[in-house]
């Protein structure tokens, strides 16, 4: 009788020392990350967050096995509180990693998409645009056969991503593409007609701020593409400019004599490649432009789009924004 009473004793001591490792919380009270290699086994994964402080034992983490079916998932995660091991396994279960937002607003180019990439610490500005130029197979199908494109710019969509700290410059722009031809497939962009459509579309993003006018302002263009007259729209000087390493700030006069394909102010026709990657509105405007016969447009100090029919009409209208800038 003695031996059994001890013997239970015994198991309800091991039970309560169970309970403690499985049921109590433990951890950092401050952030703390621990980064899962891949193929990382559930006795090293234990090993590595006891080291870490954020399990009491990685033996609980061996019973915890026997309840719980699955696979670790690799990734950095971020602890800031004590939690109970459970907690712990089942979030290594569900594979919650820690990311970071990358956030691209409509109307940013490839260079601006750099620096954003830099500011939230994932790569070098210069080492991501590298990367840019590199992989254009990306877009491999979305433009003419033959097509070598200089870049992805255009189908980097805009949007707010989140990403592991640890994602590699081709996991971004993958990405990011992914979520272009899930939208042009969602807008029923013509195929055959992709490239045309997202320079437009660009044109568009940089020319216009109100969704309205983005129609309108299509129209304008398409009318001058017919008339054979020149786009003469600033933001693809401003992109030659940048594509040059040139761009200081304001439009020169040597800026619009600048022999580059993407100078609209010399060449007609639309630019050879997107200046900057649009959003939804300008996408659909480019697909959609509004019949009219308007030949010119120029912004007023509101912030609106002020548009002609002839030259005369267009000069008054610049030369009203332009007293307007000085009140």
Same mark, same amino acid.
């Given at each position: 009788?003695?031996?059994?009473? !001890?013997?239970?004793?015994?198991?309800?001591? $091991?039970?309560?020392?169970?309970?403690?490792?499985? *049921?109590?919380?433990?951890?950092?009270?401050?952030?703390?990350?621990?980064?899962?290699?891949? @193929?990382?086994?559930?006795?090293?994964? &234990?090993?590595?967050?006891?080291?870490?402080?954020?399990?009491?034992?990685?033996?609980?983490?061996?019973?915890?096995?026997?309840?719980?079916?699955?696979?670790?998932?690799? %990734?950095? *995660?971020?602890?800031?509180?004590?939690?109970?091991?459970?907690?712990? =396994?089942?979030?290594?279960?569900?594979?919650?990693?820690?990311? @970071?937002?990358?956030?691209?607003?409509?109307?940013?180019?490839?260079?601006?998409?750099?620096?954003?990439? #830099?500011?939230?610490?994932? &790569?070098?500005?210069?080492?991501?645009?590298? $990367?840019?130029?590199?992989?254009?197979?990306? +877009?491999?199908?979305?433009?003419?056969?033959?097509?070598?494109?200089?870049?992805? #710019? %255009?189908?980097?969509?805009?949007? !707010? =991503?989140?990403?592991?700290?640890?994602? !590699?410059?081709?996991?971004?722009?993958? $990405?990011?593409?992914?979520?272009? @031809?899930?939208?042009?497939?969602?807008? %029923?962009?013509?195929?055959?007609?992709?490239?045309?459509?997202?320079?437009?579309?660009?044109? +568009?993003?940089?020319?216009? /701020?109100?969704?309205?006018?983005?129609?309108?302002?299509?129209?304008?263009?398409?009318?001058?593409?017919?008339?054979?007259?020149?786009?003469?729209?600033?933001? !693809?000087?401003?992109?030659?400019?940048?594509?040059?390493?040139?761009?200081?700030?304001?439009?020169?006069?040597?800026?619009?004599?600048?022999?580059?394909?993407?100078?609209? =102010?010399?060449?007609?026709?639309?630019?050879? %490649?997107?200046?900057?990657?649009? /959003?939804?509105?300008?996408?659909?405007?480019?697909?959609?432009?509004?019949?009219?016969? *308007?030949?010119?447009?120029?912004?007023?100090?509101?912030?609106?789009?002020?548009?002609?029919?002839?030259?005369?009409?267009?000069?008054?209208?610049?030369?009203? =924004? @332009?007293?307007?800038?000085?009140?």
């Amino acid at each position: 009788m003695k031996f059994v009473l !001890t013997l239970f004793l015994l198991l309800l001591l $091991a039970a309560g020392a169970a309970a403690f490792l499985i *049921y109590i919380p433990y951890g950092p009270s401050s952030e703390t990350f621990v980064d899962i290699p891949p @193929r990382t086994g559930a006795t090293a994964v &234990a090993s590595l967050l006891r080291k870490n402080g954020i399990i009491r034992s990685r033996y609980a983490f061996a019973l915890l096995r026997l309840t719980r079916d699955g696979t670790f998932k690799a %990734g950095e *995660y971020r602890f800031d509180h004590p939690a109970p091991p459970g907690e712990i =396994y089942d979030r290594l279960l569900r594979g919650d990693v820690y990311t @970071r937002a990358l956030t691209i607003p409509e109307g940013y180019n490839i260079f601006d998409i750099a620096a954003a990439v #830099e500011s939230a610490g994932f &790569a070098k500005r210069d080492v991501f645009l590298a $990367a840019e130029r590199q992989h254009t197979e990306l +877009i491999a199908g979305l433009l003419p056969p033959n097509t070598r494109p200089a870049s992805l #710019e %255009g189908y980097l969509f805009p949007d !707010t =991503y989140h990403f592991s700290p640890h994602a !590699t410059q081709l996991q971004m722009l993958t $990405a990011m593409v992914h979520r272009f @031809r899930q939208t042009s497939t969602q807008l %029923g962009l013509d195929p055959a007609n992709m490239a045309h459509t997202v320079i437009m579309a660009s044109l +568009i993003e940089k020319e216009v /701020g109100q969704e309205t006018e983005r129609p309108l302002v299509a129209g304008v263009f398409v009318n001058r593409l017919a008339k054979s007259m020149p786009l003469a729209t600033d933001p !693809t000087v401003i992109y030659a400019a940048l594509l040059d390493n040139r761009w200081r700030g304001t439009i020169y006069a040597s800026d619009l004599q600048s022999p580059s394909p993407y100078n609209t =102010y010399k060449h007609t026709g639309l630019p050879p %490649g997107p200046i900057c990657n649009p /959003g939804v509105a300008s996408l659909r405007a480019a697909m959609n432009p509004s019949p009219t016969d *308007y030949l010119y447009f120029v912004s007023d100090a509101a912030g609106h789009t002020r548009f002609s029919v002839d030259l005369k009409e267009h000069a008054q209208q610049v030369q009203a =924004y @332009r007293q307007a800038e000085k009140h």
